[in-house]
């Protein structure tokens, strides 16, 4: 249950303007051992490795749209329907990240859009989950794996290893880099202090574990009081057990 992702083009001559949409899905994660706890909240770099089995995109899963005119007045987004900030600093490190990404948007040997020209398009971002949001399901895995592969689709950005895209999901939230990929998914906490190394990979696809089912009960659907963030720097500045967990029980799994 991988993402999935389709790009469209509208040529609007009178306009003298093309609209570029891009849509893709993403799905939500379980994670089997979590990582629970950052030592960069900057870059998301986590202070252990994670697994996770990642669920199907026909049961769990984000959808998003962007679309991108450079005669749009102004950027947008929308969440389920309502309008959010486009200036949540998360969100702009991922469309930065990926704009420094991007290439030549070409449609056979003519180039629609040079990528230099990127940075002078708007975008309209919408979104939205088929489950609870911020309600303990892992939406915001989800939505930023779909946001990511939505960003890299529209900009024609191309993976300069397995599991680059995974580094920048990453930082709109740690643990939409496990979404990217179907089955089971190693997030790997890396070593380098500029996260290049903190990526995911597919340790095992989702034929691994046939007989495996996941049962989801929700009890409640309102968003949670305490976010995961919030919950995991708690644990880092109060809980002495952490960073034994981290570094002699996770480590041996």
């Not at 799905?27 to 669920?55: C, E, H, M, Q």
Request: proline letters at 2%; one cysteine or more; aromatic letters at 8%.
């Amino acid at each position: 249950a991988r993402l999935r992702s389709t790009l469209a083009m509208d040529h609007k001559q009178a306009e003298f303007s093309t609209t570029i949409s891009v849509s893709s899905r993403g799905p939500s994660n379980l994670a089997v051992v979590k990582y629970w706890g950052k030592r960069d909240f900057d870059l998301v770099l986590p202070i252990n490795s994670s697994l996770s089995a990642t669920i199907h995109l026909d049961t769990l899963c984000s959808s998003t749209t962007i679309e991108a005119n450079q005669s749009f007045q102004r950027n947008e987004m929308w969440l389920n329907g309502k309008e959010e900030s486009f200036l949540q600093p998360r969100l702009q490190r991922c469309i930065q990240e990926l704009l420094s990404r991007a290439q030549d948007l070409k449609n056979d040997s003519n180039i629609i859009v040079k990528k230099s020209e990127w940075k002078n398009f708007k975008l309209h971002i919408r979104s939205s989950n088929n489950f609870p949001t911020a309600a303990g399901l892992a939406s915001s895995a989800s939505g930023y794996a779909s946001l990511t592969k939505c960003l890299a689709e529209l900009f024609c950005v191309k993976e300069e290893f397995d599991g680059e895209l995974s580094t920048i999901a990453r930082q709109g939230s740690g643990s939409a880099s496990r979404s990217l990929d179907g089955g089971w998914v190693k997030w790997n906490k890396g070593e380098l202090s500029n996260g290049i190394d903190s990526f995911a990979v597919q340790i095992a696809s989702d034929e691994y574990w046939q007989e495996i089912r996941l049962l989801i009960l929700v009890v409640n659907t309102h968003k949670k009081k305490i976010s995961s963030t919030s919950g995991m720097q708690t644990s880092v500045e109060t809980s002495d057990l952490l960073k034994f967990r981290a570094e002699k029980i996770v480590k041996q799994r």
